[in-house]
């Protein structure tokens, strides 16, 4: 249980962690937040990352009004655990969840629903969220969409990690159909009337969750504009996950040439895009629009590279379960107006953990002690923050056998499984991660593997092979 902190602490804090504004004026209003992420949106999806043929006009609008970042992170190359570490502030070697299931039942672990196999480890009573963080520093609090963190009956509830109210899917494998049979609110099951749960021609099916998802959003926000409490909002839609179903092709039905899953995939980024643009035109109408922090990133790399076409990575290696860049690094947009400096791009290295102490910090609250983050307040104000670029990020994964990636600075680790050696990347001259220069450079791999060995704990959840040989 995260304890409150004293009164006095807390006026303390919120003295002294105002955020400054684009031109060093201290704001004296704590915002509201709003972090949106879709679910397997390359790196190169957005237009402004370079996109040619999906349109995402508002999306792009939103990056033109704030930051633009080129070198954050997931938390993991996969769902579940990039899930973790956003709400812990954790990194994959120290968080609960470190994968979308495990092969191991350990103290925590729960059967698998919805199939796949496995166990599904939840979070534990005592991790502490970045909603109970704001929650607790008088922020209300609000999810809707793929969740993935507990199952039914399990401490890892969204009711039960810090927020007040919830409404989507528990389950990221239920979530692969944009028309299931029911989602949750709160801690029911709502029946979706008219869905059938299995699809054969999802044209007769009624509920398009994605809508659901996003009118949830527009409802809370509206519910709490005026009120005497800041809020947070995270919207982890579905989209653009398989499987590809969409209720139409938005501008893409004219693309004949284009395989159907590409069409269907280039659909679900527009509705996004349109439903942020409704998004940020409610914040508009509603006047609190300049006290409003608003994210848009992804949960992790391109499920399909889709190369030739949308060339959904970018100019980076691999895609999704890939430790290489391009199943990690991923699009960042930050938009606050009147704060965050407009049209503005950084290039500032930040990942998930840190996302924790950076609202915790601008909420004028104290984060949790042993975390892996960081606050980045200060770049996504636009002042310099070169700490960030001589701390070290850390990745693991543990399907395809047990890989670990870091980065420092402009160098980049990588050991893809266990038993393989090391490889290493100057991301400065060569972000496709092409030429191994681990050979040219053994004081960085000596300092790469002394990290590798002690920026993790055992997990019995999660074993791994170092476990033996601590």
């Not at 704030?66 to 993991?76: A, H, I, K, Q």
């Not at 401490?155 to 899917?169: I, S, T, V």
């Not at 999704?320 to 991923?330: A, H, N, P, S």
Request: hydrophobic share 35%; charged share 25%.
């Amino acid at each position: 249980m995260y304890l409150r902190p004293c009164p006095i602490c807390i006026a303390i804090a919120l003295i002294t962690s105002l955020p400054l504004s684009a031109n060093g004026e201290v704001r004296g209003e704590r915002p509201n937040v709003i972090f949106v992420m879709v679910d397997d949106m390359g790196y190169g999806d957005v237009g402004v990352y370079g996109q040619k043929h999906i349109r995402t006009p508002n999306v792009d609008s939103m990056a033109r009004q704030g930051v633009r970042y080129t070198n954050v992170y997931s938390g993991s190359p996969v769902c579940a655990p990039a899930r973790s570490v956003l709400m812990t502030g954790r990194h994959t070697g120290r968080t609960t969840v470190r994968g979308n299931g495990s092969s191991v039942r350990g103290p925590n672990g729960v059967k698998c629903s919805g199939g796949g196999g496995g166990f599904r480890v939840p979070l534990n009573d005592e991790d502490v969220t970045v909603a109970e963080v704001l929650r607790q520093a008088g922020y209300t609090t609000g999810i809707t969409g793929k969740w993935g963190l507990g199952e039914p009956d399990t401490a890892g509830l969204p009711n039960r990690q810090g927020f007040d109210e919830w409404l989507g899917l528990l389950n990221q494998r239920r979530a692969h159909s944009y028309y299931p049979k029911y989602i949750w609110q709160n801690e029911q099951r709502r029946p979706l009337q008219g869905n059938s749960g299995t699809i054969k021609n999802f044209a007769t099916e009624k509920h398009f969750v994605h809508d659901l998802f996003t009118e949830f959003a527009l409802d809370f926000v509206r519910r709490h504009a005026a009120g005497n409490k800041p809020f947070f909002l995270y919207l982890p839609y579905t989209v653009p996950h398989s499987h590809f179903q969409i209720p139409e092709l938005e501008p893409y039905a004219e693309q004949a040439e284009w395989p159907r899953q590409a069409q269907v995939y280039a659909s679900m980024l527009t509705r996004v895009d349109r439903d942020m643009g409704r998004l940020l035109e409610l914040l508009r109408e509603l006047k609190i629009d300049e006290r409003t922090l608003v994210f848009f990133c992804s949960d992790n790399g391109a499920a399909d590279r889709y190369d030739g076409l949308f060339d959904s990575s970018g100019p980076l290696r691999g895609r999704k379960r890939d430790l290489y860049e391009g199943g990690i690094r991923v699009a960042m947009i930050a938009r606050w107006p009147g704060t965050i400096a407009a049209d503005t791009v950084s290039d500032d290295p930040w990942y998930f953990a840190d996302v924790l102490p950076t609202l915790a910090e601008l909420a004028g609250a104290d984060p949790p002690e042993k975390i892996d983050g960081v606050s980045v307040a200060a770049s996504l104000l636009g002042q310099p923050q070169p700490e960030l670029q001589t701390r070290a990020m850390y990745w693991e994964f543990h399907e395809r056998g047990f890989g670990q990636a870091a980065r420092r600075g402009n160098w980049k680790a990588v050991r893809t499984r266990h038993e393989k050696p090391l490889e290493l990347y100057d991301l400065a001259e060569d972000v496709g991660e092409k030429r191994n220069v681990a050979a040219d450079h053994p004081e960085q791999v000596a300092w790469f593997e002394r990290y590798f060995r002690d920026a993790r704990t055992a997990s019995p959840n999660w074993p791994s092979p170092l476990d033996d040989v601590r």
